[in-house]
């Protein structure tokens, strides 16, 4: 501070105050503004590559921008315009550090020198009407230049651009060197193939099966095939059989979701097809959160009770059977209004017949609940003590296994599940969970040694 400003501050009375030495958060608003004019003048010197030696002016640059820049705290005006009650003008604003040629006047250019001077833009000048211009060279720059402005890249510097030099001439005599041929790339001979304990057959059956089908990708394309109009025919009856819908009118504060049909080939054991299956899927996507469904979550058996029911088979010398459930979803009964559009192929006799759903369908966000809760509310492990032993019943999502040391108590099971759900006896547990899991294909050739306690090269290679 100055002895004249502190003499001016006594004359009236005014008392100063200086913050702490080190303590610049004590001056808020002017670190502030400190740092936004530091942060833009950061930027002008970086990004036209232009030295520090020019730190004033960009400075000068940065505030002329800051003025005439809109302000949130302004209500989004230029502090240019609340000074002189106009908006600026942005006419005249170029690229800091850009290169620009000043046009010189007739008396300081003859008609075989150059016609202008290269020069690097730094700014605007308060005093004249013209910008504050660079230049290496020692002719002055006019007061009224005629200025041609061009981008520069950041390799772009302020002197003006060397002459090309003349590329040597070749000589008559040198002899074209041939060129190297890169050196060949090294590879591996070994023969790559997939483990043992995975088994061969089984995956090379189903990878040959499934890139020999070609599925349809809609219905419209599906219905050129006998095989998939059988699927769709099949699919559209079990749905009537099952009473999954009531047709009715659509009411009108209801917009029914879409469905679908999706298309897949079942594959035997072998990889041999066993069926063309055509699925219709609702298009669950469009559904509401309170509005057609609520809760969502149902448990899952894990792979590792998978694994110890297989390991306590083997152990007691146990039969594995196997069942499936059709369509497993669709006895789940639902517990909200859900309105379908009616599937493609289904006969209609109004154009504004929707389909109310009383069970559940795939795709339904609940679906996997509901049909949890159909089957039971327990755990989906689930075991019965009777006088021969236990009986042990796995269900996965449709897919079910039942062991037990008695074969007259699984039978007993497969009839009360015959009677209760659609069901399909698959037989003896050979293949389980899709051709991704191949490990359950060894249980095919799976053989127990009676009470022994001993388990044959299959079982113990799979669970050693």
């Known amino acids: 501070m100055s002895h004249l ?74 502090p240019f315009t609340k000074l002189f ?39 605007y000048s308060i ?62 001979t070994r023969v790559r193939r997939p483990p043992d304990r995975f088994g061969s057959s089984p995956l090379s059956s189903f990878t040959a099966t499934l890139s020999s089908i070609s599925l349809p990708s809609s219905y419209t394309q599906a219905m050129k095939h006998e095989c998939w109009r059988k699927a769709v025919e099949t699919e559209l009856l079990a749905l009537e059989e099952n009473q999954t819908w009531d047709v009715v009118p659509c009411p009108s504060s209801v917009k029914p979701i879409g469905s679908k049909f999706v298309f897949s080939v079942k594959l035997r054991f072998d990889g041999s097809i066993d069926r063309y299956k055509a699925q219709l899927v609702a298009l669950g996507n469009k559904q509401e959160y309170g509005l057609d469904y609520d809760e969502t979550f149902a448990p899952v058996t894990k792979m590792t009770i998978i694994r110890t029911i297989l390991a306590l088979a083997a152990s007691q010398s146990w039969p594995l059977h196997q069942m499936d459930v059709k369509n497993a979803f669709l006895h789940g009964d639902l517990k909200e209004e859900v309105y379908l559009q009616l599937p493609s192929g289904m006969p209609t006799s109004s154009p504004n017949d929707v389909c109310k759903l009383k069970r559940s369908l795939y795709g339904l966000k609940q679906a996997p609940r509901v049909w949890f809760e159909k089957v039971s509310m327990t755990p989906l492990f689930f075991y019965n003590e009777h ?27 497969q009839t009360l599940l015959h009677s209760t759900f659609h069901m399909k006896d698959l037989g003896q547990l050979t293949y389980f969970l899709g051709p991704s899991s191949t490990s359950w294909s060894l249980l095919a050739s799976a053989q127990v040694q009676s009470r022994s306690g001993s388990v044959s090269r299959p079982y113990q290679h799979y669970f050693s």
């Open 5 to 78: 400003f502190e003499d001016f501050l006594q004359t009236h009375d005014i008392i100063s105050q200086q913050s702490c030495s080190s303590t610049p958060q004590q001056n808020e608003v002017a670190e502030r503004k400190n740092r936004h004019l530091l942060d833009v003048v950061r930027t002008l010197l970086l990004e036209s590559s232009t030295p520090s030696r020019f730190l004033c002016e960009a400075l000068s640059t940065a505030v002329h921008l800051i003025n005439r820049l809109p302000s949130p705290t302004l209500h989004h005006n230029s």
């Open 85 to 123: 009650g106009r908006p600026p003008s942005y006419s005249n604003l170029r690229t800091f550090g850009c290169v620009c040629y000043v046009h010189l006047p007739a008396h300081e250019c003859t008609k075989l020198t150059t016609q202008s001077i290269q020069c690097a833009f730094l700014g």
């Open 127 to 188: 005093h004249q009407k013209a910008p504050v211009l660079n230049t290496s060279s020692l002719a002055p720059v006019p007061s009224k230049p005629l200025l041609v402005y061009q981008r520069r890249s950041s390799a772009t510097s302020h002197q003006p651009p060397a002459p090309p030099k003349p590329l040597p001439a070749p000589s008559p005599t040198a002899a074209p060197v041939p060129a190297t041929p890169p050196p060949p790339l090294r590879q591996s």
């Open 387 to 413: 006088l021969w032993g236990i009986v042990v019943l796995l269900v996965y999502v449709d897919d079910i296994i039942i062991t037990d040391s008695d074969l007259d108590a699984i039978s007993a099971v």
